[in-house]
C-alpha cells in the first residue's frame, strides 16, 4: 500500500525537506509526511498515526524491508527533533516500533539496521542534553532499550559509536 509520489500543489512541503524525506514520501505518501511536519499539532499528531499504521501493516513486497526501515528512520529522526512532547513521544514510539518490532518480523541488511540505529542514537543523545527532565528520561530509556537489543549490537555500528569520546557540542549541552 504505498503511497504514489506524486507532487500536490496543495501539499506544502519545502525543497529541502522533499529532498531529505524522498524514502519517506515514496513508503508513506507525500501528504502523510507534510502532515507530520505540519505546525498545526492535530494534524501532526494524525500524521504520526498513519505512518505507525502503515509501518505495522507493511509487508516486504510493497518495499524492500531495508529500504522501509531507511524511510521510517528519516521521518522518525525529524519527530525525535520535534520540541513539542506528543510529537517528540511519536517519534519514540515508531523508535520502539521499529526496533522491537519491525526488524525482528522482517529481515533488514545488517547495514541499513545499523546506519538507521546510529542515526537515531545520534538524535536521541541530544534530546538526552534537554532541560527537561521528561524528554530526557524518554530519550535515555529509549537508548537504552537500542544498546541491549540483540540485532542492533550484531550491526555493531552503534556499538563503535558508544565507545567514542563524545563530541564538543554534546559536552557543552551537558555543561549547562
Request: net charge positive; proline share 2%.
Amino acid at each position: 500500500m504505498l503511497k504514489n509520489l506524486l507532487l500536490h500543489k496543495d501539499v506544502k512541503l519545502s525543497h529541502q525537506d522533499r529532498k531529505e524525506l524522498a524514502l519517506a514520501i515514496e513508503a508513506y505518501g507525500l501528504k502523510v509526511i507534510a502532515g507530520a511536519l505540519d505546525k498545526s499539532p492535530d494534524v501532526k499528531k494524525t500524521s504520526c498515526e498513519s505512518i505507525k499504521k502503515l509501518l505495522s501493516d507493511y509487508e516486504s513486497d510493497e518495499m524492500k524491508p531495508g529500504k522501509m526501515l531507511k524511510a521510517t528512520t528519516q521521518i522518525t529522526v525529524r519527530l525525535i527533533r520535534d520540541k513539542m512532547w506528543a510529537i517528540f513521544n511519536h517519534g519514540i514510539t515508531l523508535t520502539n516500533s521499529l526496533f522491537n518490532h519491525f526488524i525482528f518480523s522482517h529481515t533488514v541488511p545488517k547495514k541499513e539496521l545499523g546506519e538507521s540505529s546510529l542515526k537515531l542514537y545520534k538524535e536521541l543523545l541530544t534530546r538526552c542534553c534537554e532541560s527537561n527532565e521528561r524528554v530526557q528520561d524518554k530519550a535515555e530509556d529509549t537508548l537504552e532499550a537500542m544498546v541491549i537489543n540483540e540485532k542492533i549490537r550484531n550491526a555493531e555500528l552503534l556499538h563503535e559509536a558508544l565507545l567514542k569520546p563524545l563530541q564538543v557540542k554534546y559536552r557543552l549541552n551537558t555543561l549547562q
